[in-house]
């Protein structure tokens, strides 16, 4: 089987949220001898020959960030992924389409498409998640550009309907699409992740870890929360972790002594980082998509501490120690450094994890639906 996938970005290195479940989607799919025939918008990342070990054919191209692509009635995010060569190298042949994400949709509804088997892969309700984002933005120009963004992508979400099916990353997405679109077959297909194997220490840390892209507005808000309401309730040497993380949070995090920053680090090191933290604080202000970095911290650390927000609808509220407010968030903490991670909660993610986020069982019921 070949299918053509369409990214929102180039997916490796494979570091952050989205392309994470992109690359290991194709990875997962090349397993299964799928040829993947990868087309890419560059954004902010260089050609990535690695891609090449898994894809037949890697097509790239520009992403014009320009103020006349915000004069259009559509969504910035998706206008600005038009490029025309990307519609004559998919008319080359006959073979399925994913869309990644609403932002890839620009030729979804293209009459030369309209008789091919198309797919969405929604990581996300973007319009919520724009929506969220202008709350949270302190910028005037920021907060009006999401506010506009947010009711430009709920207009164009119509565009779904020309759609063969919707692969949703979370049960609630899946829930939303389900009940506003249901002539559309949308299924639940969980992120792809870079983890096979439960990989957790038993014992003891000797630091806090909250990790993320720290660019990300809702990181950074988590962020400031916790330098703000936490961190010096909770005698512990803490580690924020991350990429780019802006000014601001720079000089605040500095200002603390009990926490260090740990900017723009590898793979590797960010891995070191969360398996021998005695906790993972993961905190979100919106319940998005499926996170991804919860999945990675209960496979690879100890002890989760988040909030409602990350594991919504996750059905890993067991797994880990979930507080909301203040208080209750630093108790929840107090509490947990008190204790050793042991063996037998080791033995519990593995019963559920390996089998409820298996790469490879995810991968074949992709194949299977399309």
Sequence with gaps: MTIHIISFNIPFPANYGGVIDVFYKIK???????????????????????????????????????IPKQISTLP?????????????????????????????????????????????????????YYAHLAKIEKSFLKKNYFKVESRKLKAFEDVVKNTDAMFCISK???????????????HYIPAFHSNEKVVCQEGRGDYILFHGDLSVKDNEEAAFFLLENIVQNVDCQWIMAG???????????????????SANVSHKEMESLIKNAHVNVLLSFHSAGMKLKLLNALFKGRFCVVNDFMVDNSGLDDLCIIGNKTIELQNALNNVLEKEFTQSEIINRV????????NQKWGRALLDLI
């Design 76 to 128: 910035f995010i998706v206008k600005t992924r038009d490029a025309n060569a990307l519609l004559f190298n998919l008319k080359k042949d006959d073979y399925p389409i994913l869309f990644e994400g609403l932002h890839t949709c620009y030729f979804l509804d293209h009459p030369d498409l309209k008789n091919r088997k198309k797919y969405i892969r929604m990581h996300n309700i973007e319009w919520q």
């Design 243 to 261: 990429l780019n993380p802006s000014k601001r949070l720079v000089e605040a995090i500095a200002e603390i002594n009990n926490v260090k920053l």
């Design 351 to 358: 019963e559920r994890l390996e089998k409820e986020f298996s």
């Design 28 to 66: 997962s799919l090349h397993q299964e001898g799928v040829k993947i025939i990868l087309h890419a918008f560059e954004y902010g990342r260089a050609e990535a020959p690695e891609l090449e070990k898994y894809c037949t054919q890697v097509y790239y191209y520009k992403r014009p960030v320009t």
């Design 172 to 186: 609630n997405d899946l829930q939303y699409f389900k009940e506003k679109y249901p002539k559309i077959s949308s």
